[in-house]
């Protein structure tokens, strides 16, 4: 179990607050129980979280996301089995029931360490109709207090963009715009035929055209709200450029 010196430690070092340190100790805790059980092969870890924890994010996250290839109940099965042995190292972790949805199922982990305090909350959400297009596994490496670190099966880079991508165009939050400056800066092919794969599951179509469009019109101050949380403290000042360089890198990858 972490201790309160290692979270103030963290805190200062990454310049965020300490609940976003316990929250990724739980995040990876939790993938650790998951990707030990058998099948757990079959769910793969992809968005934003899966972008700072395989790819050197330095953008937090209170969200864990995949995509799974098992039937409903299995996957719920190996997740509640993932919070059960959570639970046994740290007592006042619970999960919400889960929620099934069109295309994936949702739910919650929630920490609570005192009666009167607010839990700490993991949203979780599981894609269920998608087939995946690529497939990895890779540890991830972390300075909390986790060993052995979790091996994960996840989306390749490439992919990962594609949602992203897919995001930025039907639902519009400044994360998914941090999540596509920050792959693109790490030269991750941008790959409009996988693009065109992940609008066609919802019956949707986009080009490049589209996606300049929605960066030139995502509203300054939304992306300010929605972002500055979840980066540290240093890095917020360069919120009101982001829009600027993601045009800018747009215009200079080829797309294929």
Request: proline share 4%; charged share 30%; hydrophobic share 40%.
């Amino acid at each position: 179990m972490i201790t309160e010196n290692q979270i103030h430690s963290l805190a200062k070092r990454w310049e965020i607050d300490q609940i976003t340190v316990m929250r990724e100790y739980l995040q990876i805790l939790f993938l650790f129980y998951l990707y030990a059980q058998r099948k757990s092969d079959k769910i793969f870890f992809k968005g934003g979280t899966a972008i700072r924890f395989l790819f050197g994010s330095f953008r937090f996250s209170e969200d864990l996301d995949f995509t799974g290839t098992l039937e409903s109940d299995e996957i719920i099965g190996l997740f509640n089995n993932a919070c059960s042995d959570l639970n046994r190292e740290i007592p006042a972790v619970e999960m919400e029931n889960f929620k099934k949805k069109r295309n994936s199922i949702v739910s919650r982990i929630r920490y609570t360490p005192k009666p009167d305090t607010y839990p700490l909350g993991i949203h979780l959400e599981i894609s269920i109709r998608e087939r995946p297009i690529t497939k990895a596994a890779s540890h991830i490496e972390t300075l909390l207090p986790v060993s052995p670190y979790p091996v994960v099966t996840h989306l390749e880079s490439e992919e990962i963009m594609a949602e992203k991508i897919r995001a930025l165009l039907k639902r519009a939050k400044g994360r998914d715009l941090f999540d596509l400056w920050y792959l693109l800066t790490k030269e991750v092919k941008l790959n409009w035929d996988m693009v065109k794969k992940k609008m066609e599951f919802y019956n949707d179509a986009a080009t490049l055209t589209d996606l300049v469009s929605a960066v030139k019109a995502f509203n300054q101050k939304k992306l300010f709200d929605d972002l500055a949380k979840f980066l540290p403290r240093a890095q917020r000042k360069t919120i009101p450029g982001l829009k600027e360089n993601i045009l800018e890198k747009l215009g200079r990858f080829a797309v294929t």
